[in-house]
């Protein structure tokens, strides 16, 4: 059983296209976020939802938009790509009950998107 | 301001010898330590954590980490490298207040047969 699932696993497309990447948990988990690795393995967090209210937002272009359609689904929408957008994006999820902080993430596999 | 710093991006040890992860990391208050681990091409896999008491924290697959409040540092370690070991290995801290995990910039583990 996959964990954290996130689709397409690659993404290529053309600069000023609009993508999405979705991501599933099967958890249970109240908390879902995205980070951004990008071709040097650092890792940036972008966005985080809880019970779908949104907690985390970094400064991340506008042209990125999380979607957060129920606890278990968290979906990435990025307008007008541009090459700089070139990076792996992981989805991941954790439990924040009562804001126990402590409890560990939970990565999907990725979705490598390269945009040319 | 908050910091997490991996000061080696690659280690390099031979199979069978004790490997060491060094991690310190600037926060306030009591923080969470985490360790993640990165395969080719896969997401982070949870290591091991520290939440509170003692010191030495032991996780998978073989992995433990030493807790020092004083150094704030949070070192992975393992007695015996495998080759399999070999991966890129995030630390990651977080204030007990905060949503948000503070990422190292990872260290590439190299273990040679």
């Known amino acids: 059983d996959t964990a954290v699932s996130q689709t397409p696993k690659y993404l290529v497309t053309q600069m000023g296209n609009d993508k999405s990447i979705k991501c599933e948990q099967n958890?249970?988990?109240?908390?879902m976020y995205w980070y951004k690795q990008d071709s040097k393995k650092f890792l940036k967090i972008m966005f985080s939802y809880n019970n779908k209210e949104l907690i985390i937002n970094e400064t991340v272009p506008n042209r990125f938009s999380p979607k957060s359609p129920d606890k278990a689904h968290l979906n990435l929408h990025i307008n007008s790509l541009e090459l700089g957008d070139s990076a792996v994006y992981f989805c991941?999820?954790?439990?924040?009950?009562?804001?126990?902080?402590?409890?560990?993430?939970?990565f999907g596999p990725g979705t490598r998107l390269t945009v040319l | 301001a908050q910091s997490v710093a991996q000061p080696e991006d690659q280690v390099n040890v031979a199979e069978g010898n004790p490997l060491t992860v060094k991690c310190t990391y600037s926060?306030?208050?009591?923080?969470?330590l985490f360790w993640y681990v990165q395969y080719p091409n896969r997401g982070l896999q949870f290591l091991l954590k520290?939440?509170?008491?003692d010191n030495l924290v032991k996780g998978s697959y073989g992995f433990e980490a030493e807790f020092n409040k004083s150094q704030t540092s949070f070192h992975l370690k393992k007695p015996s490298a495998l080759v399999s070991d070999s991966a890129l290995y995030f630390c990651?801290?977080?204030?007990?207040?905060?949503?948000?995990?503070?990422w190292g910039a990872g260290t590439k583990l190299i273990i040679k047969p």
């Open positions: 991941a999820s954790s439990q924040l009950t009562s804001g126990v902080t402590y409890n560990e993430q939970f």
């Open positions: 958890l249970g988990h109240d908390t």
């Open positions: 990651a801290v977080r204030e007990r207040s905060n949503y948000q995990l503070i």
């Open positions: 520290y939440i509170t008491g």
């Open positions: 926060v306030s208050g009591n923080p969470y």
